[in-house]
């Protein structure tokens, strides 16, 4: 990973942004302009280069994972540390009224006020535009690797759950099994709770795997994802327990094309809200346009959720080397639900399909 | 689990902290006021009681889980759904200049920003105290009931670990058997990334589990725990692996004396920072305070982390039914490091330890 050459990258945002420094108190976004991965952690950025900010648990962590920043192992809250470093720094050059950049929807309500007394007088505290997201959208060829990488191993979690699906055994069994193949294969955790919903509860659109039984009959949805190396997979498969009525194949059959027209609907130039209707005008087709309740699809990385958005009034567009998912559904309460979802990057003509062939997506019936 | 009694004291306190309303949008505390576990969700106390704002994947979970709070399905954040369903509740009140409470730790800078601007000239936005979390800190008898089964359930896991610890064998592989056993017995999920520490890394103290194996002699770290409905368990044994040398066994016993010293402060009355002097003191006696490189311990029970925290000028005192981790260790970066974790609920004259007799305590070489 070029984290140097992303934190120059950022450099050059602040100046244009007339900032003379960011915090940067989001996680993922510190991991993303160097690597840390420690759990308590604020990275200042200005003109002399990044300054990272962490506590005695880190140490080590901070000294193997960290190449292109200063390390300052504190006793205090990271953020805290940050702000007392800096007012040290301009005691010592004079200078004050500077713009200290925060990411805003990391920083907390109470953080920022905290932030804003101890730089009081010093410095003033202004949002930052979301400069780290928006870098993050477009994934070099690196996190392209990774998140291959990472798809590559969540792939194999389906034929686990495709074993393991019978009915009476509960949800749970179903995820142990999937979480326990995707562990032993050297991911470092689920990028979301396994989402396994059998029966009527395939209409409960988080159905996180419970102690439910799987029916004699019905829908099952399986939404599962892994972390390796902090890269995250996605994908939710729909498979049919017993005879599926003619119902249930039309269900499915609706939210495969609804997935298909989304698919067919991405590349470069096109916003968020056109891929999202792509999918909604072939579920309003088919007279399901009420039961797809959510967005068509979102970014995902670093994190499970990131931008763009797929979905209606987004109209930032798509450009080559974005990752998205694609993921329409459609969910009768207390009835049954369908969801399918793939990852595509998006090329510079179209889309490539990371999670699998079309293939594999005709109705699996167990 | 007595959802409305928790929510009549919220209404209490709020009307003697001279809020009209207080948003609630860190999640557990949603969870604890109403039970509805959801991931997008704010929850609106005022004095004539409880909404639920959320978005339509939540429609049939919401119904399922929540008896004690009006339920709003929207197609905006929650947060805004809240504010604009208040601002028409005043529009036709005429009522105007109340006083809105937020959770300033989990609401972002961004977010109050924009709520401000919803309810501008009829609420002023004011942080509330941490009033949730301070009820929270005394767990009712129906809580330490689920913290106690949680933590059944986490024993079940050194086992597994203490069977599958061989040189060789990487760590990722004992933490998969360890999540399986969990996911198998019916865990949501683990409370945090399972830390497997082996050899050199058992000096890095958030040492979650990675591909490196286990050598052929050293101390591996286990810190694990699982969440059973909601609750979180929490619990480290560390192990020798080969023949432990007289230097390892004294560092052993010294953290191992230190814990015992922690738990014997632990009583009604007593501070956070006098439970954590009683470890440190231990470890400075033992000439290896610098190793012990982070705070005692902390509350857990909706979340694996909450208050009390045991640390240096914590100066809360702890009350009958707190439940709370004491966990000392102490690192030597490079060469090893050790940590010993129970979790213990306040008793009126002292403690119990929830996880585990001290015999379990002894070195365990393998």
Chains 1, 2 share one sequence.
């Not at 070029?2 to 003379?20: E, I, P």
């Not at 300052?72 to 713009?99: C, D, H, Y």
């Not at 609804?258 to 309003?284: C, H, K, N, S, W």
């Not at 990131?306 to 998205?324: F, T, W, Y």
């Amino acid at each position: 990973m070029n984290h140097a050459a992303r934190v120059r990258r950022l450099q050059t945002d602040l100046s244009g942004g007339k900032l003379d420094f960011l915090l940067v108190t989001h996680l993922p976004n510190v991991r993303y302009l160097t690597g840390f991965t420690g759990s308590a952690a604020a990275l200042l950025v200005g003109p002399s280069g990044a300054t990272l900010f962490t506590d005695g648990r880190y140490i080590a962590q901070a000294k193997q994972e960290v190449g292109n920043a200063r390390i300052v192992i504190g006793n205090k809250a990271p953020m805290v540390a940050a702000a007392e470093w800096l007012v040290e720094k301009w005691k010592r050059s004079r200078s004050a009224n500077a713009f200290l950049g925060i990411e805003p929807e990391s920083l907390s309500a109470g953080a920022r006020d905290r932030l804003a007394a101890l730089v009081r007088g010093k410095a003033r505290v202004r949002p930052a535009p979301p400069l780290i997201e928006r870098a993050r959208m477009v994934k070099d060829a690196d996190e392209i690797r990774l998140v291959r990488k990472a798809i590559e191993l969540g792939a194999t979690l389906f034929p686990v759950a495709r074993a393991k699906i019978r009915p009476g055994v509960s949800e749970f069994e179903v995820a142990a099994a999937m979480e326990y193949e995707a562990r032993s294969k050297g991911a470092e955790g689920m990028s979301f709770s396994t989402i396994i919903a059998a029966g009527p509860r395939s209409a409960v659109v988080h159905g996180r795997a419970s102690e439910a039984c799987i029916p004699r009959r019905g829908f099952v949805v399986c939404d599962f994802g892994v972390i390796l190396r902090g890269y995250c997979s996605d994908r939710t498969r729909t498979v049919h327990v017993g005879q599926a009525s003619r119902d249930a194949r039309a269900l499915y059959g609706a939210v495969l094309e609804a997935q298909r027209a989304a698919i067919a609907a991405v590349r470069p130039g096109v916003t968020g809200a056109e891929v999202d209707e792509a999918a909604r005008a072939m579920l309003r087709k088919a007279g399901l346009a009420q039961y797809f309740t959510h967005s068509t699809g979102h970014g995902l990385g670093l994190e499970i959720h990131e931008a763009p958005r797929l979905a209606a009034g987004q109209n930032e567009k798509l450009a080559s080397g974005m990752v998205v998912t694609i993921e329409p559904g459609a969910y009768v309460p207390g009835k049954w639900g369908v969801r399918i979802e793939d990852v595509v990057v998006v090329t510079p003509t179209g889309c490539e399909v990371l999670t699998g062939r079309d293939k594999e997506k005709e109705l699996v019936v167990i």
